[in-house]
């Protein structure tokens, strides 16, 4: 590791909590929490679930009952000697999910849930990977890209099916799997209980595969120290306050910023999870659910934004609310400047508030809410302006699934006052008052060191580290150097202690003339038009970047494109549209006036695809997949730098 930056004090001061949160967690383990909440609250709600995408009807499942279920299916896995494996969950966000994932552990084996949108090509590697011999997945969908796995892999594989299970030999229904191990569990109890007894907190707790934005997924193996470590830091900083906390479950398990939150959270601070089917039924949920914690990844803060000013584009409240949203964001600059804003903003954001974004968010069902959390991506600074002015506070983290998620956090108040409220039961001083820049990812979280080497690469150290990846040494040494994280980020530290990421390595794009360009706040800023999905740039070893942009295609286009009298029948005349390339071109030409030169995109090609996780431009968490992006659009990218002089400078489309 080359020569690391020097530690601020308030880093020194919050890794010091490093014992205090051990303390918390002392001896303990997924399993034993998990018993020691049917025990003491065995009838409280710990899961609800909808037959239906309307949610007006719930089943609730208790501590209690949750425990009995996860033992009687790990009774079912134990008769098929299935002991000291890993066993793949593949299966959207429901009970039956967190059920498997406990029986596997209760059962003496390591979970590795896995993203439902995987072909077949991508579980037979990890089938290769883990050398698994019993998977758990949710339908026949699944079932059959799972199946075309198993027959590309030499090893004997049985699939346990939450849905009616077809005739294979191989493959038992949940109902039939229960059934059975309700009655073996008189069998097998005594070994369960002793397993769970003697759980260690060095013992792996999951295996989670990488999203893989390049190259093949690899396994991460998190102990049960490394996730409960990172849940109790997260309680400590933001949930501690917020007892019995309802939370809406749709994020997949497989990511590691909902398993720690809304799976190692849930049973660590004794939440309740509202499990949805899809991240599309969110806008029926949330006003049902009304969480007091809600976890979302940028994508989705970013539409929720798009929703609520498409609503007031088309409303005769446009201009008012277009000031009520700049005068709340200009309040919020001068608390983070440490000024006072006029008294006269003051109080009409109280007007507005009342009037208004009380409205807002009741009817988006963030009423109740009093944490948000923002993870997986930067988050562009205008998204949480925006949520800011609604009275919702976006709390940023910044981690990897190597250090189970959470290795900074922006502060806001709130966290604060429950971190100096932690610093003092621990008896030491709690640091003074701070308000977090924007642009930041805040300070380190509680018992976690940053550093920054003399290139700019950012290392992370604390007992959230994980040990390594499955079988695989080499990759694992390549991410660890004694124990520190090389996380493949580059930043800085400011004065404040704060870190600021500049990009991920391998994103830079380096231009012809050596200029480094992060892309990401570039295609950030781009993508805030109303009209635009996502954006890709590209440029290494040219003069200039260009852009590759995905406009949308989800109802969205279709309001924006009657106010401003665009007709069209598809996408591609969407895209084919001079009105729209002309509105793109404006956007662009905004957006270079903040960058330097070299960070100007010079000439964009608008595509009708529609880009997703299922077409394979996206990651499950929506990041670009930019080799796939740059394979795909090769063609075009290269007519347009083969179409213009590298000296012009203006704005074009292909």
């Known amino acids: 590791m080359s020569k690391p930056t020097k530690t601020p004090r308030i880093h020194r001061a919050l890794y010091a909590l490093k014992k205090p949160l051990l303390d918390k ?8 929490l998990m018993r020691h909440n049917a025990n003491v609250c065995p009838d409280e709600p710990a899961l609800y679930s909808s037959p239906t995408r309307r949610y007006t009807a719930l089943n609730a499942m208790s501590w209690h009952a949750v425990h009995l279920a996860a033992q009687q299916l790990a009774a079912y896995i134990l008769s098929q000697e299935v002991t000291q494996q890993t066993v793949l969950i593949m299966s959207r966000n429901r009970p039956e999910h967190y059920i498997a994932d406990l029986a596997t552990l209760y059962s003496g084996n390591t979970p590795a849930s896995i993203y439902t949108t995987l072909t077949a090509e991508q579980i037979a590697e990890i089938l290769k990977t883990t050398r698994c011999p019993f998977m758990i997945v949710d339908d026949t969908t699944m079932f059959r890209e799972a199946e075309k796995a198993i027959e590309l892999v030499a090893n004997q594989v049985t699939i346990l099916l939450m849905a009616p299970a077809p005739r294979a030999q191989s493959t038992t229904s949940w109902a039939k799997a229960m059934q059975k191990g309700a009655q073996l569990l008189t069998t097998y109890q005594d070994r369960i209980n002793h397993t769970i007894t003697q759980s260690k907190p060095s013992q792996p707790a999951c295996i989670i595969f990488t999203s893989g934005t390049t190259g093949k997924p690899k396994g991460a193996v998190l102990s049960h120290e490394n996730v409960l470590f990172a849940a109790a830091g997260i309680q400590v900083v933001g949930t501690e306050h917020i007892p019995r906390a309802k939370l809406v479950s749709y994020l997949p398990l497989a990511h590691v910023f909902e398993r720690v939150v809304g799976y190692y959270g849930w049973i660590y601070s004794r939440h309740t999870i509202y499990c ?18 809600f976890v979302g990844v940028p994508r989705i803060y970013e539409k929720i934004e798009q929703g609520i000013r498409a609503v007031f584009a088309k409303s005769i409240l446009s201009a008012l609310f277009e000031f009520a949203i700049a005068n709340a964001t200009c309040i919020r600059h001068h608390k983070q400047q440490q000024s006072i804003s006029p008294m006269w903003r003051r109080y009409l954001h109280q007007l507005f508030t009342l009037i208004l974004f009380n409205k807002i968010r009741r009817r988006i069902g963030l009423d109740h809410c009093r944490l948000c959390l923002s993870g997986s991506a930067p988050l562009d600074t205008e998204v949480i302006d925006f949520f800011g002015a609604l009275n919702l506070d976006i709390v940023e983290g910044y981690g990897l699934t190597e250090n189970s998620a959470p290795a900074t956090v922006s502060w806001n108040d709130d966290l604060l006052r429950n971190v100096a409220a932690f610093f003092r039961s621990s008896g030491m001083k709690a640091p003074s008052y701070f308000v977090c820049a924007p642009g930041r990812v805040g300070l380190p979280m509680p018992g976690t060191k ?27 040494n390549a991410m660890l150097d004694k124990k520190w994280l090389r996380t493949g980020d580059i930043g800085r530290i400011h004065s404040s202690g704060e870190l600021e990421i500049i990009g991920r390595k391998k994103d830079l794009i380096v231009l012809s003339n050596g200029k480094n360009i992060a892309p990401r706040h570039i295609e950030s800023a781009i993508a805030r038009h109303p009209l635009v999905a996502h954006v890709c740039l590209f440029g290494d070893d040219k003069a200039y970047l260009i852009a590759v942009i995905c406009l949308r295609y989800d109802g969205g286009e279709k309001r924006y494109a009657r106010t401003h009298g665009i007709r069209f029948k598809s996408r591609r005349q969407l895209a084919g549209n001079p009105a729209v390339q002309q509105l793109i071109r404006q956007q662009i030409s905004s957006i270079n006036q903040r960058f330097s030169r070299p960070e100007q995109v010079k000439y964009f090609h608008l595509t009708s695809d529609v880009w997703s996780t299922d077409s394979g431009e996206l990651t499950p968490t929506l990041k670009l997949k930019r080799d796939v992006i740059h394979q795909r659009y090769t063609a075009q990218i290269q007519s347009i730098y083969d179409k213009h002089d590298p000296n012009q400078h203006h704005n074009g489309h292909d």
Do not use: C, E
């Open 25 to 32: 967690i002392k001896d303990q383990t997924v399993l034993k």
């Open 450 to 476: 940053i550093q920054i080497d003399d290139h700019g690469a950012i290392s992370v150290y604390g007992p959230h580290v994980f040990s390594g990846y499955l079988h695989d040494q080499r990759q694992t």
């Open 276 to 293: 949805t089917w899809s991240v599309n039924d969110l806008k029926t949920v949330l006003p049902r659910v009304k969480p007091n914690i």
